[in-house]
């Protein structure tokens, strides 16, 4: 990645290791800044864990099925 300071803003899922940027990611504040946050969110798109790690679809397959 061209700007390794930004990687505190992406999280990547432990089963699939599919990356995204995080849901709380701030708004840039300063001109320089709002090109590269600009470019994260187009280059990802946002993606939110679980407190295991997970994304939305590894979570929902690891489920137990109910019978």
Known sequence: ????????????CLS???KGYKPE?????FDNSVVIRAK???????????EDGLCQQC???HLPENS
């Open 40 to 50: 994260l969110r187009r280059l990802l798109d946002e993606l939110a864990l679980d």
């Open 16 to 18: 699939c290791h599919h």
């Open 25 to 29: 990611m701030p708004e840039p504040e």
């Open 1 to 12: 990645m061209q700007y390794p300071y930004l990687l505190r803003w992406v999280n990547e």
């Open 59 to 61: 979570r929902q397959a």
